[in-house]
């Protein structure tokens, strides 16, 4: 069965564009996940959606950054008017349910590169 | 608060050697605490979960990792390295909402024939 897509994988943005990063979980997930991965470093959490709501956005580094998830199933990660601190590799995770028997599907990820 | 220390960025063994990847953990929750393993442009595999059941948790590729609560650490053993393992190894720490990882900065590993 299909895993979790990203969507582009490689990103070049120049500083002060908006960039727009497509996660595709796997189907019937109900939990999804964004980490953001900086060069040597482990991923950090950016934000936690149950189906549509988005339970907890502390991770999110700013205003610049948005997610969304309408429909309950594709999640669009946001970032507006970008800086070089955001090259990073942006990580996307699902779960079929909140529930701790199960185990979290990581994406390979977007590279996002800001020159 | 939760955080997660892998202590050694890079640790080389040779083929058929003992692995041993430290990862010690702080948290003002009993924790849950897993294994990552990251092979280049790929997404996070989980290797194996600890969740308050058996301390001495057994996982995929002939890992294990065993949890002391007296020592706060979690570290992650293989009795006999292959040159397959070669990959970046990650510790994180959930509380009891499993909905929020402290991933630590990862452990590259190199596996010398």
């Known amino acids: 069965g299909a895993g979790v897509s990203q969507s582009p994988r490689y990103k070049v943005a120049k500083r002060g564009q908006d960039v727009a990063l497509r996660c595709d979980p796997i189907s019937g997930h109900v939990s999804l996940f964004w980490y953001q991965q900086a060069l040597g470093q482990g991923p950090e959490f950016l934000t936690y959606f149950q189906n549509e709501a988005q339970l907890d956005k502390s991770g999110l580094p700013s205003d610049r950054f948005f997610a969304e998830r309408p429909e309950g199933s594709v999640s669009t990660l946001k970032i507006q008017r970008t800086q070089q601190e955001d090259s990073a590799v942006y990580l996307c995770a699902s779960k079929l349910s909140r529930d701790f028997l199960y185990e979290q599907y990581f994406g390979p990820g977007t590279r996002l590169t800001v020159t | 608060a939760q955080s997660v220390t892998q202590l050694g960025s890079h640790v080389s063994v040779s083929e058929g050697a003992l ?95």
């Open chain 2, 19 to 113: 692995v041993l990847l430290r990862c010690n953990y702080s948290s003002s929750v009993p924790p849950y605490l897993f294994w990552y393993v990251q092979y280049p442009n790929q997404g996070l595999q989980l290797l194996l979960k600890y969740t308050s059941a058996a301390t001495l948790v057994k996982g995929i590729n002939g890992f294990e990792a065993e949890f002391k609560k007296s020592e706060t650490s979690f570290h992650l053993t293989k009795p006999s390295a292959h040159m397959s393992d070669a990959a970046e190894y990650f510790c994180a720490v959930s509380g009891r909402s499993f909905n929020k990882f402290y991933f630590g900065s990862g452990t590259k590993l190199n596996v010398k024939p």
